[in-house]
């Protein structure tokens, strides 16, 4: 007897549902998570672990910091802000720390390589995670291309004009096809992609250089722009218009927008495996990046819109213009020196992430196994860097990706809905079942009879009852007696044993995900009619407010204690705060546009079918069995016993890395 003897393959074990059991079986199948108790013996290379609160600081800032900060200013202010820019950042700012913190608490819980993909995977399930790392593909290769195009206009300009590039940099339209190539942006993407090949340590080193001279670029502006201001009277901020010219209404709009301005802290989460403490400077490396990244941006907006009223800035180059209206036009040489050393910094954090992906999903089978060959003298996915940076160097040589810009944030969007929804998972419903070889099945049938054995029951049934059934042991979640603060809270409590809380629990998490839906894309879709789209709204909203309620009523699962690398950072006022950054990316998701959409389907249609025809049939939890997580270790004790992992053949440890990994 066994505590789950059905394969994963072929959608095995479909338990009388049939073929289309069976393929849901697979789209749900979910991979263990390392942890201090169970750490299995890989056979893959690890990655080197070299990075530091430092390195991580300045990944983050170097991928959040674009050249678009210089060109955002005047764009928000002018049509939605107006002075109150500064608080637009602000509140892009605060809903941007949702996301942090969701990401915190899973990379210092779960701290190796595939960041959102690999969350996705533990939380979820593998099909969600197969469509998550297939979309920050897309994303990262896209984002990169159109951010090295970014750059020879730029650099173009401190030459002194756009056509200064030398010949071989400049760029060039092919006669007959109306293509504009782009020599320098591909030489850029080759020279980063080089660089990252050389390893983690070294390549950040170099980041971090380059986003410093960025940083000192942003603290002139703000140094430089407030002695204008003080000297001048700050003529942006006394206007008959008052502070909020769009109202409080256009300020929020001016905050969806600058919203963008803060993706790429992620790429600090993707970088997990490679950091020393993951526990302690993952998060306090999030953290910091997002908090300078949000206080630069404050400053230069605040400074920007009360030297120039916000209707005469330029929309192109409005911190230049600024310091030109006063006489300094020197200054845009140092203004373009930063927006070129922004790009390439953000250049860096885009081509980054990718490899490590690519490897994560080849560690899963998902991929062929190239991606995930690490050099063992660089200790970091050489093949894989080497294929993302040929790929994004071809598109950034060849296309205009400008028109595609939509789609790099459909994958963080994506990415940064799911993390919050891992974070409700693993507070509320955590895996209770782990994955272990097939040729373990002597050792889960050993245990499972010692507990058999052990008279283990609950009203009357034994804890491994039936092939392939699992039985909880656990009572009553809630303690009996003592003073009670809130009696209905307790009540809904006690009348919900473990088994109960499970299942009211993630019920609750996906009625409130679909009641996030509803709410905004009757919110948005201005074409519905009134009374249908009040309708879908009320709808949505009860049934968001009932989720909420029902999360925050009932306890959360106590295996979240051991769940992962215990003792990192707790993401607070869960459900409360997962359950927001869901609503503020679902709205953002929506609002993108249906030409943005119609083009990332595409490339998630070409996924499906990827991943039907190679993916889910070279899973490593292909042969998977399933035994409740509280018995792997004892399941692994007795294998060690009975079969050391030093045995002739190695089967014992060829296959114990293929399904843990």
């Not at 291309?145 to 760029?171: E, K, Y």
């Not at 030489?187 to 410093?212: D, F, H, N, R, Y």
């Not at 407010?545 to 950072?569: P, W, Y």
Request: contains cysteine; aromatic residues 10%; glycine residues 10%.
């Amino acid at each position: 007897m066994g505590f789950l003897v059905d394969s994963q393959r072929d959608g095995g074990g479909d338990g009388g549902y049939g073929m289309f059991g069976g393929c849901v079986r697979t789209l749900v199948r979910r991979k263990q998570v390392d942890s201090a108790h169970t750490k299995p013996e890989t056979s893959h290379q690890k990655l080197a672990k070299n990075l530091t609160i430092p390195h991580l600081v300045a990944i983050g800032v170097g991928s959040t910091i674009g050249a678009g900060v210089y060109i955002l200013v005047g764009t928000v202010a002018r049509e939605h802000s107006g002075p109150a820019l500064a608080l637009s950042f602000l509140i892009a700012g605060i809903a941007s720390a949702f996301s942090a913190f969701c990401y915190a608490e899973l990379a210092s819980r779960c701290p190796s390589a595939g960041s959102a993909y690999h969350y996705s995977y533990i939380c979820v399930g593998e099909g969600v995670a197969w469509l998550i790392g297939w979309a920050l593909i897309l994303e990262y290769t896209i984002g990169g291309s159109a951010v090295a195009r970014g750059i020879s206009p730029n650099l173009a300009m401190l030459f002194g004009s756009a056509d200064s590039l030398p010949f071989f940099l400049a760029r060039q339209q092919i006669p007959g096809l109306g293509i504009i190539v782009d020599p320098c942006a591909a030489i850029l993407v080759l020279i980063v992609t080089g660089l990252l090949c050389v390893g983690i340590k070294e390549s950040t080193i170099a980041q971090a250089i380059v986003t410093t001279a960025n940083v000192l670029a942003m603290l002139f502006v703000i140094i430089a722009g407030s002695y204008l201001g003080f000297k001048t009277g700050w003529s942006g901020y006394e206007l008959p218009t008052g502070y909020f010219p769009f109202g409080v209404n256009g300020m929020l709009a001016g905050s969806a927008t600058v919203f963008f301005a803060f993706i790429g802290f992620d790429a600090v989460a993707s970088t997990a495996e490679e950091v020393k403490n993951p526990q302690r400077d993952l998060p306090l490396g999030i953290g910091t990046a997002l908090s300078i990244c949000c206080a630069l941006y404050m400053l230069v907006s605040i400074v920007i819109v009360g030297l120039v009223p916000y209707y005469e800035m330029d929309p192109d180059t409005p911190i230049s213009s600024a310091f030109a209206s006063h006489g300094m036009h020197w200054a845009s040489y140092v203004i373009t020196i930063g927006a070129v050393t922004a790009l390439c910094s953000t250049l860096m954090g885009s081509i980054l992430p990718q490899p490590r992906i690519l490897m994560a999903m080849a560690r899963d089978g998902l991929l062929p196994p190239f991606f995930s060959d690490v050099n063992k003298t660089t200790q970091v996915p050489v093949k894989s860097t080497i294929v993302t940076g040929i790929v994004a160097a071809a598109l950034a040589f060849f296309m205009d990706v400008s028109a595609l810009a939509g789609m790099v944030s459909v994958g963080t969007l994506l990415a940064f809905t799911m993390v919050a929804i891992s974070v409700l998972i693993l507070r509320y419903v955590p895996p209770d079942e782990v994955p272990v070889p097939s040729t373990l099945q002597s050792s889960i049938d050993s245990v499972s009879s010692q507990f058999s054995q052990s008279s283990l029951s609950i009203s009357g049934k034994s804890l491994v009852d039936d092939v392939g059934t699992l039985r909880e042991t656990e009572p009553l979640l809630a303690k009996k007696g003592g003073a009670v603060s809130y009696p209905l809270i307790k009540q809904v409590q006690d009348i919900l044993n473990e088994e109960n809380r499970r299942t009211v629990a993630g019920w609750t998490i996906m009625f409130a995900c679909i009641g996030v839906f509803v709410l905004t894309y009757a919110a948005s879709d201005l074409s519905l009619p009134r009374l249908l789209r009040l309708t879908l709204c009320g709808i949505g909203g009860a049934l968001l407010l009932c989720g909420l309620i029902v999360l925050t009523s009932i306890n959360q699962d106590e295996a979240r204690h051991n769940f992962g690398h215990a003792g990192g950072f707790m993401c607070p006022f869960v459900p409360l705060l997962p359950i927001a950054c869901i609503l503020i990316n679902v709205y953002l998701l929506i609002n993108l546009g249906s030409a943005t959409w119609a083009r990332v389907s595409v490339w998630l249609i070409i996924g499906v079918l990827v991943y039907v025809f190679y993916g889910r049939t070279h899973s490593s939890l292909l042969d998977a069995v399933y035994v409740p997580a509280a018995h792997v270790d004892e399941i692994y004790r007795s294998s060690r016993d009975s079969f050391p992992a030093t045995h002739v053949d190695g089967t014992y440890c060829r296959s114990r890395d293929t399904l843990l990994a």
